[in-house]
């Protein structure tokens, strides 16, 4: 039998992530509704391995689902012709990588991205207002591919000490989103960041090295990565030896 949600006030802590609908629920991982999508709400979910939700017309619904999906960085799959991209990448004119530089439009261009299976997007307008202010409280980041000026793909995630949460991607050319994704793996790795949260299984995360584990021992993880300083957010060209040099061709 389901529990009943509880709905949560403005000023009500989350509930445990323990007490989320289990997997013959409904909607297995659902923890609450309700409350605010303001920048402590949301940097409190977060630390206690919690995240938003919804659709158009919903509530405000949070969710910690069990299993959680990783990338565990030293699992990331280069796959030998996302390995040649990369270095075609770093090394033809006006190709780069740039972090921050335009958060609004990365988000932006993830909400007219759908999820998988999904017809239309969870990156409601609440949000994107939501992880803009995020943003500018230096909790939410931007990795993006640039080619000759115009940006064609990216990601955006949000960092909590050195713990790091990846949110939504999209691509206007192929494999725009991978050299992003590969371009934070490559950051992670050189600053110590052991796993980035991909809260969902996908066919596409599995693919690239992501895997589901335990919620508590996932949340072992954040509330350890949390207390740790900071990373820097500037792209360095050494985080592409660093990922190059260290994957074999998969």
Not at 84 to 110: H, P, W, Y
Not at 113 to 127: E, K, L, Y
């Amino acid at each position: 039998m389901t529990t009943p949600l509880p709905w949560l006030g403005p000023q009500d802590p989350f509930p445990p992530p323990a007490r989320s609908w289990g997997p013959d629920s409904p909607a297995p991982g659902l923890l609450a509704a309700g409350g605010s999508l303001d920048v402590d709400r949301l940097r409190s979910a977060y630390a206690h391995g919690i995240f938003p939700w919804f659709s158009s017309g919903q509530p405000i619904l949070w969710w910690s689902p069990d299993p959680r999906m990783v990338l565990h960085e030293q699992e990331f799959r280069l796959h030998r012709s996302l390995r040649k991209t990369l270095q075609r990448f770093r090394t033809t004119a006006g190709c780069e990588v740039r972090i921050d530089s335009d958060f609004a439009a990365v988000i932006r261009a993830c909400a007219q991205t759908p999820r998988a299976g999904q017809s239309g997007t969870w990156i409601v307008p609440p949000m994107v207002a939501a992880y803009e202010a995020l943003h500018a409280a230096g909790h939410a980041h931007s990795v993006e591919t640039w080619v000759d000026g115009r940006l064609v793909g990216g990601l955006y995630c949000i960092a909590i000490g050195r713990a790091v949460f990846g949110e939504s991607m999209f691509a206007h050319a192929t494999d725009a989103s991978k050299i992003a994704l590969a371009a934070l793996v490559g950051l992670c790795r050189h600053q110590g960041v052991a796993l980035i949260d991909c809260q969902q299984n996908t066919p596409h995360l599995a693919s690239l090295g992501a895997r589901e584990v335990a919620r508590a021992g996932f949340l072992r993880h954040v509330q350890e990565a949390r207390e740790q300083p900071p990373c820097d957010w500037r792209f360095q060209s050494v985080y592409w030896d660093a990922l190059l040099d260290a994957n074999p061709p998969a």
